[in-house]
């Protein structure tokens, strides 16, 4: 996916977005901006089933600058982006679901591998990375990643786990906490050890010898 965007700026400059697209087009399948305008500009220069057209929405309070809409507001009017993208890049703190349902492809933004953005996945930014991919629920079609070899690890993990179906009552599964519930409690704590318990683990480590 190429990114393109600050296309009044480039303008100003004599620089022409559009003509960088047009020369990206036989090579890319995909080409985002967070402005409305310059998306509308070249729709009718792209084959749809060839590259397709992603907008992508920046924070809630920013303003597009070809539209003078905030994104917050842009999101609530999903038919409005269909008219001229095929998807929608998202950051993953606010994707929505319902674009699928008019047909619109949804991509997800601002993962990372930092330690403490995944502390509710047991320090795996695997782990938080697949509960955007498969959740039983909802499917993102791809994400912005600045890590790609932990998205691609993540969906190689997934994707061997489907193939050979690994279930519970085919292979038995032996679930042993690592400090306890570490992922949510300070490693090695009461708190942490009995949170463990409740989420019914077969066995507590302990790394210290008494």
């Not at 409305?36 to 929405?57: A, C, E, H, M, W």
Request: net charge negative; glycine share 6%; proline share 4%.
């Amino acid at each position: 996916m190429i990114p393109l965007q600050h296309d009044e700026f480039y303008g100003k400059h004599n620089f022409s977005m559009r003509r960088l697209a047009l020369s990206l087009s036989r090579r890319v399948h995909y080409i985002s901006s967070p402005e409305v305008g310059f998306l509308k500009s070249i729709k009718f220069d792209f084959n749809p089933k060839k590259t397709k057209l992603v907008f992508r929405f920046m924070n809630e309070n920013d303003t597009d600058p070809s539209s003078n809409h905030t994104y917050g507001l842009l999101s609530k009017n999903p038919m409005f982006i269909k008219v001229f993208a095929s998807g929608i890049m998202v950051p993953k703190k606010y994707i929505w679901s319902e674009a699928h349902k008019i047909g619109l492809h949804v991509f997800g933004t601002e993962f990372a591998n930092d330690k403490l953005s995944s502390y509710n996945y047991n320090h795996d930014p695997l782990a938080k990375y697949l509960q955007f991919v498969d959740n039983g629920d909802f499917s993102v079609d791809g994400v912005l990643y600045d890590f790609p070899i932990t998205a691609s690890e993540a969906i190689g993990a997934n994707l061997f786990a489907l193939t050979f179906n690994y279930a519970l009552d085919k292979t038995l599964i032996i679930s042993i906490a690592n400090h306890g519930a570490s992922g949510d409690y300070l490693s090695c704590t009461d708190l942490s050890y009995k949170q463990a318990i409740l989420d019914d683990v077969d066995g507590l480590d302990c790394p210290f010898v008494t």
